[in-house]
């Protein structure tokens, strides 16, 4: 194909993208808390997941097309959050429509009427400033202070029935996903180590070398939106869950059916669960590893999975290539879960492939980049699961993750603390939002003025103690 065609190619795809991510957007639950819903909320959970796996594996398919075809893959325009800034400009001057004197080329209005007509201007404008003022104050540099502060959170059962309540009681549709997470973290004791990494940055073989076994597919692209979930059991097997059929236990050898795009392509078997049960000697019981679908090729659908995953995770090993550039992906993802309140420790995976002075260069400028973008120190360690280089993988184990694995209780408990602080802070800021629109304001204001009594009142026991 010439030029033109390609790029007429790329553009037709990216149609079709927009298409579907409409349709993904319509089914969501956030959908319906507009006021200018255009369709009733009909899809079950299960619904919505299956038509975001059916997506998630076209979007992947015109990806590969695109890559086999040649045609460029158009790089993104700025950050997310700047094209939000934007938007929510454009909103704020769109509020001018509203004003009496672009009223007054409708029809006479009286002086009562464009009074009130200011007053709605005055009140929409004064919310999307608010919410323009949050979205410019940029990456959180007091973050690694105020998640200290958080890990204080006291009381925090009670605190998150609070929280459930005003979350269910004021149709809060945006926490909900967080909240039940959050409750379901809350029965369950264990501790989850997540390792995160682009696609090949040796996730599964770390795995596989901390197991003892050749559990996980080495060398294969995963099925995206499926973690692979890892804990103590008497007897090496897999279970796995689907949308739509019964679940199945299977032997480890029947793993990359379900885990791999070459076997599952586009998760055409809908699975929505695996959970890999093996006996071995250095998984503690209580500790969950998750070995998570790769970032990076994938990255659209990928970091929204991860996304989604985060709020269970406590601590997170990110994984970064020695012998690939660190990407500003990789920061965020680190960044990503210090915000969900959970640990990070970054680890420069095939440390064989670079001698021992490239390999202190490479930790270092990690280190230093990290540093310089978390504002806070963060460790980074070499590893390799390579025999020759062996020693790098048990020194990592022996002075950073051993101690973490034998207080796993206490670091588990720590990271519910924040996070529940995390969340209450969300909740928090979506009432003052949400104060903004007079209907509703007295009850937000008696929520929010409940949970700050909440905070007085523990503050007083405390003192008196
Ligand atoms: N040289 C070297 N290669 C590695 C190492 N770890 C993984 N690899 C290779 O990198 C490729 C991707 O590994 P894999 O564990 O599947 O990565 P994942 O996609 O992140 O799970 C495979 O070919 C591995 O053999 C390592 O420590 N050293
Ligand atoms: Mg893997």
Not at 136 to 151: I, K, V
Not at 277 to 306: F, I, N, Q, Y
Not at 382 to 399: H, M, R
Request: charge should be negative; hydrophobic fraction near 45%.
């Amino acid at each position: 194909m010439n030029e033109s065609q390609l790029r007429h190619l790329v553009v037709s795809f990216r149609h079709i993208d927009e298409l579907l991510g409409e349709a993904v957007r319509n089914l969501s639950a956030e959908a319906d808390a507009s006021p200018f819903a255009r369709y009733t909320q009909d899809a079950s959970p299960v619904q919505r997941k299956v038509v975001a796996d059916h997506v998630a594996g076209i979007r992947r398919a015109m990806a590969r097309i695109m890559d086999e075809v040649g045609a460029p893959r158009p790089a993104p325009v700025s950050g997310a959050l700047w094209a939000a800034q934007s938007q929510v400009a454009a909103a704020r001057i769109a509020i001018d429509e509203l004003r009496p004197r672009v009223m007054r080329g409708y029809g006479a209005l009286s002086d009562a009427d464009a009074v009130r007509l200011d007053g709605i201007a005055a009140e929409l404008d004064a919310a999307l400033e608010r919410l323009l003022a949050y979205l410019a104050q940029g990456p959180d540099a007091d973050l690694p202070a105020r998640l200290q502060r958080l890990e204080q959170t006291r009381d925090e059962v009670p605190l998150l029935r609070e929280l459930a309540r005003i979350v269910t009681d004021h149709g809060l549709v945006g926490l909900r996903g967080t909240l039940s997470l959050l409750l379901e973290r809350l029965e369950g004791d264990g501790f989850e180590i997540g390792v995160f990494g682009r696609v090949s940055s040796g996730k599964s073989s770390l795995l596989n070398r901390l197991l003892g076994a050749p559990v996980l597919p080495v060398g294969v692209t995963p099925v995206t939106a499926v973690p692979t979930r890892i804990r103590l059991g008497e007897h090496s097997r897999a279970m796995i869950e689907f949308a739509q059929s019964p679940p199945l236990t299977i032997g480890l050898e029947r793993l990359p059916e379900f885990s791999t795009e070459q076997q599952n392509p586009g998760n055409r078997k809908h699975v929505t669960r695996i959970l890999v049960e093996v006996p071995a000697g250095r998984l503690p019981p209580g500790v969950t590893w998750v070995d998570t679908p790769g970032l990076g090729s994938l990255a659209t659908d990928g970091a929204a999975e991860t996304d989604a995953y985060l709020p269970r995770c406590d601590l997170g090993l990110v994984l970064i290539d020695a012998g690939a550039v660190p990407t500003p992906e990789d920061f965020a993802l680190v960044q990503r879960l210090l915000r969900a309140g959970a640990s990070a420790m970054v680890l420069v995976s095939k440390a064989d492939l670079l001698d021992a002075p490239d390999r202190q260069r490479v930790v270092d400028y990690v280190r230093q980049q990290l540093g310089a973008q978390l504002g806070t120190p963060l460790a980074v360690y070499p590893v390799s699961v390579k025999d020759a280089a062996a020693s790098l993988c048990e020194a990592w184990f022996d002075e950073a993750l051993q101690p973490l694995l034998r207080t796993h209780g206490e670091q588990a408990a720590a990271a519910m603390r924040r996070k529940i602080g995390l969340f209450r802070e969300a909740v928090e800021r979506t009432l003052e939002a949400r104060l903004g629109q007079p209907a509703a304001a007295p009850r937000y204001a008696a929520a929010l003025a409940a949970l700050r009594a909440g905070d007085e009142l523990c503050e007083a026991a405390r003192r008196a103690a």
